[in-house]
């Protein structure tokens, strides 16, 4: 019951304080009847998004050092960028640096057992040639 009575008083106190921003006018002064309401904003002004461009293009074109900060930036972020992608590649190579040497060394031993098995190969073949020549010749000789 004591909560009740003391949300009536409070709500009371609330109603009898004066909005904000309004002056607080003196009871039984009859000063009520002449207040005058605070003026009105005026409407905003509604824009098309061309306008809002151009608005915006000619105060950015209005300061010279304004295009030079912006290069400046997307210059100091492009180069961060490129750092940060070579310190990732680095990190990455760093990173799988064995795998990297096992796959070179596996190119160069096939490489290496492909070019021992041209080179056995080529020889076998002018073994071949050789015995093919002599046959040809005693097989001449004995036509005639």
């Not at 709500?11 to 003196?26: D, E, I, K, R």
């Not at 030079?68 to 930036?73: E, G, H, K, L, R």
Request: glycine letters at 4%.
């Amino acid at each position: 019951m004591r909560a009740l009575f003391v949300v009536m008083l409070l709500a009371g106190a609330a109603a009898a304080q004066p909005a904000t921003g309004a002056p607080a006018v003196p009871a039984g002064s009859g000063a009520a009847a002449e207040m005058v309401p605070p003026p009105m904003s005026p409407p905003p002004v509604q824009r098309t998004p061309a306008e809002l461009r151009q608005i915006c293009v000619d105060a950015m074109n209005a300061d010279p050092t304004f295009g030079a900060s912006i290069v400046a930036t997307v210059d100091k972020q492009i180069d961060q960028k490129t750092i940060d992608a070579h310190e990732d590649a680095n990190r990455h190579i760093a990173k799988n640096e064995r795998h990297v040497l096992y796959a070179y060394a596996a190119m160069w031993v096939i490489a290496a057992l492909f070019v021992i098995f041209l080179w056995r190969r080529q020889r076998a073949l002018v073994g071949e040639i050789a015995q093919l020549r002599t046959d040809l010749e005693a097989a001449a000789k004995e036509a005639k």
